[in-house]
């Protein structure tokens, strides 16, 4: 099935550590999102890669870096957390050129900063 | 600024007890409205997408409607595996983002 997959689950980190989470897909679709959501809070978009374009969000902290390598592959590194990017962290895809424009969600990572 | 606002914040029915989430919106043209449920720890999954006021979808026991200033979720007959949050969003027709309602979490009770 084509799905979007999220890695780790679950990562724990030490205040100051730097880490990274990782997104791939199996949509081939064109646009990859980051959205942060903190406990009982909407989603809410960090950057996004259009093809190649890179796309940050005005309000997303530097300490927050993306990368995609290529089409399947988006990555999402944090510099150095504070506790204040305990959160789960979502990846989603689009493909545009079509009447849908539906985003799919992959399940999540959720960040704990020690 | 795009808005969107989902009521009530927390809902509970009996199983078998119809009823409608709202989510009211602002935004500056409308490309969609999209609705998510999500479940404890998961990321949301897809329910529906609605372009045009009078326009409605269905899957089981679920029901989408939008106007022009809002969308309804009608939940006919819930079960408890219907118990989740539901998210609204909407997607204007200047960018690629969703911005998102704060969610109604909704829990069926047998």
């Known amino acids: 099935d084509a799905m979007v997959i999220q890695n780790p689950r679950y990562q724990v980190t030490q205040f100051g550590k730097p880490v990274t989470l990782s997104c791939s897909q199996t949509?081939?679709?064109?646009?990859m999102y980051w959205y942060q959501q903190k406990s009982s809070q909407a989603p809410k978009l960090l950057f996004h890669?259009?093809?190649?374009?890179?796309?940050n969000e005005a309000d997303t902290p530097d300490n927050f870096q993306s990368r995609r390598p290529n089409t399947s592959f988006c990555f999402l590194d944090i510099r150095s957390p504070g506790l204040g990017d305990a959160a789960m962290y979502l990846c989603?895809?689009?493909?545009?050129?079509?009447?849908?424009?539906?985003?799919?969600f992959g399940p999540g990572t959720r960040l704990t900063v020690l | 600024e795009d808005q969107v606002t989902q009521s009530p914040e927390a809902l509970r029915l009996q199983e078998g007890e119809s009823s409608s989430l709202n989510c009211s919106y602002t935004?500056?043209?409308?490309?969609?409205l999209f609705w998510y449920r999500q479940d404890p720890g998961k990321g949301p999954e897809f329910l529906f997408t609605?372009?045009?006021a009078g326009e409605e979808k269905e899957k089981e026991r679920l029901k989408a409607t939008l106007t022009k200033k809002e969308s309804f979720l009608h939940i006919t007959a819930p079960k408890p595996e219907d118990s989740a949050t539901y998210l609204c969003?909407?997607?204007?027709?200047?960018?690629?983002?969703?911005?998102f309602g704060k969610g109604t979490s909704l829990l069926v009770t047998p």
């Open positions: 949509l081939n679709h064109n646009v």
């Open positions: 969003a909407v997607q204007a027709n200047s960018g690629y983002a969703l911005n």
């Open positions: 989603a895809t689009r493909q545009t050129g079509f009447t849908y424009n539906e985003q799919f």
């Open positions: 890669y259009y093809d190649k374009d890179f796309n």
């Open positions: 609605l372009y045009s």
């Open positions: 935004v500056s043209g409308l490309r969609g």
